[in-house]
């Protein structure tokens, strides 16, 4: 028997994996054949600590030593600048405060950005502290810190039924079965059918499509150091990846969990916006892809124990702030299940408790 069983191989599960290796022995279950399949293996990943509702920013600002100070090879600087015209001042404004951000002229946004229209874009703002993360590294060293510490990390093994006993639980996948004492529930956008085969009621977690295009660079200039740009509202932001642009209509479709495809209408309605602010034509697509944001009711993180089954963690709802939050959030969990005292204050921790939707 394992010390806790983890269901789930992206950057939740691996994060989670990570930290309780400390308080004992574990096994990580991943479905796909690879970690970090989808959204994991789908997100523009940058850190930008302003980035989210006051709990998200607390884990992401508790989460700034880990990546700045401890691990400075996983992050690069980037920048967020964000831009309006005059029909989104009211949603530029609003960005503007709850993102702490600095307000430029055309003419500065135009120094970091040189394709912006001044005939459509009149307003910018900027944020030079948002960093790109290394998202495959970072997942491998979550991987390498589990194993180093005497877990297991299985891939291809889906859970088929869950069944509690005196001693905690039976996961049964095709492989065969496995017990532990304790269960993380890690599974993305699939964590409330987790939650469901182990007998527990559903958070109410929804699934929601993300969209990306790629693009090729505009000819004749170096995008190298272009920021990730966002229209205000998150309609649309546009970032630079290997030498070319990865343009995203920020849709937030409901839907329910698979492996996600993108929408072409969708898409081109997305490229569009993006076209309206830059005197770049987009000429032609490169390649496409979606993921899944999955959030809960009122779209906090849930981390914890189930107050109905403390010997069933959860490590959910991630929606698209996983990478940047997972430092904090993983150590969250684990200071929770081993009976330590949370560096983030209690308010915070209330916030993120799986408590707050259950009556027991």
């Known amino acids: 028997m394992t010390d806790f069983l983890v269901i789930g191989g992206g950057i939740a599960g691996l994060s989670a994996a990570a930290r309780l290796s400390a308080l004992g022995r574990v096994t ?50 980037r920048g ?19 993102m702490e951000m600095t307000p430029l002229t055309l003419a500065q946004a135009l120094e970091i950005l040189p394709i912006l229209d001044p005939a ?11 960093r790109d993360i290394d998202t495959h590294t970072l997942l491998q060293d979550f991987a390498r810190v589990t194993r180093a510490a005497g877990g297991t990390i299985l891939t291809g093994a889906e859970v088929t039924a869950i069944r509690r006993t005196p001693a905690g639980w039976t996961v049964t996948t095709p492989a065969g079965d496995h017990d532990a004492a304790r269960l993380v529930n ?32 505009p000819p004749g200039h ?33 839907t329910h969990p698979h492996d996600a495809w ?7 309605e997305g490229l569009a916006r993006y076209g309206a602010h830059v005197t770049a034509p987009v000429t032609r697509m490169l390649a496409n892809w979606a993921g899944l944001r999955t959030f809960a009711p009122d779209r906090q993180l849930v981390i914890g124990p189930d107050p109905a089954d403390p010997a069933f963690l959860w490590s959910a709802g991630q929606g698209g702030y996983g990478f ?13 299940a081993g009976g330590r005292h949370p560096e983030l204050d209690p308010a915070t921790v209330a916030r993120l408790s799986p408590a707050r939707f259950r009556r027991v």
């Open 28 to 77: 990580l279950l991943e479905r796909e054949t690879s970690l970090g399949h989808h959204a994991s293996g789908r997100s523009a990943a940058l850190f930008e600590e302003t980035y989210g509702l006051p709990s998200t920013v607390a884990l992401n600002r508790a989460s700034k030593g880990f990546f700045l100070n401890d691990n400075p090879r996983l992050v690069t600087p």
């Open 262 to 268: 993108a929408d072409d209408m969708v898409l081109a």
């Open 222 to 254: 170096d995008i190298r150091a272009w920021p990730m740009t966002m229209g205000a509202g998150e309609s649309w932001y546009m970032k630079p990846d290997a030498g070319a642009l990865i343009v995203s209509p920020a849709e937030e479709e409901p």
């Open 120 to 130: 459509t874009v009149d307003r910018a703002a900027f944020h030079a502290g948002a």
């Open 80 to 98: 967020l600048l964000l831009v309006a015209g005059p029909d989104d001042a009211a949603r530029f404004a609003a960005d503007l405060a709850t």
């Open 324 to 336: 940047q939050t997972s430092p904090a959030a993983s150590l969250l969990l684990a200071d929770l």
């Open 186 to 217: 890690a599974a993305g956008a699939w964590a409330d059918r987790v939650a469901a085969l182990a007998g527990l009621p559903p958070i109410g977690l929804t699934p929601l499509r993300r969209s990306m295009a790629r693009i090729p660079a």
